[in-house]
């Protein structure tokens, strides 16, 4: 007679990404990656601004600086204010493809952008006809050289269909740090999986977890004394709720204005 082992059963009848074992006597918690997939196709349009250049999408209201060092490149687009949600969407990855319009590019299926960018409203203009990232339309407001790669730039504004797909970033999380001895303020980049964060928290090589607040885009913020001190951070998706931990990020002197990288990333 086989004997019924919970263990096993509670794995295979559990999906990946939900499963969670907490073994509370040893104090250990032992988690499966969770794999963001993929969303449904939805409708929306899509417009463009700057040039060719896209230098114009280089800073932008999540944070990230320049786009071209700092790995994002020109497949961007800025949110209108419904998907761009008060910052949490930034570093989210889209496939977009054009439809319906004369405009588009036959057989492109889809390009792919991250979401670096809010496009703001403009209740000056009506929302059909210039306030395109008006509340509550489902905008995309990209770069230049993305918006070509599906449509002709001379089409000015197209239908689009888009998904939320996973973030595929080469190597672990960045972390840029500003702020001074009382204030952390660190950006967080190159984010994999859904790309976005919900919750951040750092420890001090002298201190328990700290818990930072979201200042804005893709920032977030401790005021605590930690200088001197090696940095490690907790993160957790928003999409996939997964917290993952990157140690010994930043040595004991670490130093403001730069840039420390992991080898730890969502999938």
């Known amino acids: 007679m086989t004997s019924f082992d919970p ?10 990404a939900t499963l969670a074992i ?27 601004y700057g040039d060719e250049t896209a230098s114009e999408t280089l800073g932008g209201a999540c944070g ?8 994002y490149g ?14 949490f969407a930034c570093g989210t990855c889209y496939q977009i493809k054009c439809v319906e319009s004369t405009w588009c590019y036959p057989g492109v299926p889809f390009t792919t952008v991250t979401a670096t960018n809010l ?4 209740w000056a203009q009506d929302s059909n006809n210039g306030g395109w990232c008006n509340p509550p339309r489902v905008h995309f407001d990209m770069s230049k050289p993305a918006f070509m790669k599906i449509a002709q730039w001379k089409a000015g504004i197209v239908p689009v269909m888009y998904r939320r797909v996973p973030c595929v970033r080469p190597g672990g999380l960045r972390f840029y740090f500003q702020g001074n001895g009382y204030w952390l303020l660190v950006y967080v980049m190159n984010v994999g999986g859904g ?9 001090g090589s002298k201190t328990g977890w700290i818990s930072m607040s979201h200042n804005w885009g893709a920032t977030y913020q401790a005021f605590a004394t930690l200088g001197g001190q090696s940095l490690s951070f907790k993160i957790t998706s928003y ?26 990333n969502f999938h």
């Open 64 to 71: 990230y600086g320049n786009l071209f060092s700092n790995g």
């Open 22 to 48: 907490i073994v509370s006597k040893s104090s250990v918690t032992v988690a499966l990656p969770i794999e963001f997939r993929p969303s449904p196709w939805s409708l929306a349009h899509a417009t463009f």
């Open 7 to 16: 263990w096993s059963f509670n794995f295979f009848s559990m999906t990946l």
């Open 74 to 87: 020109t497949d961007t687009a800025a949110l209108s204010t419904t998907l761009f949600n008060n910052g």
């Open 119 to 122: 496009c703001p409203p403009n």
């Open 195 to 203: 790309g976005d964060i919900a919750q951040m928290w750092v420890k």
């Open 239 to 264: 999409t996939s709720k997964e917290t993952i931990i990157a140690w010994d990020v930043a040595p004991a002197n670490w130093n403001v204005g730069s840039t420390y990288t992991t080898d730890v």
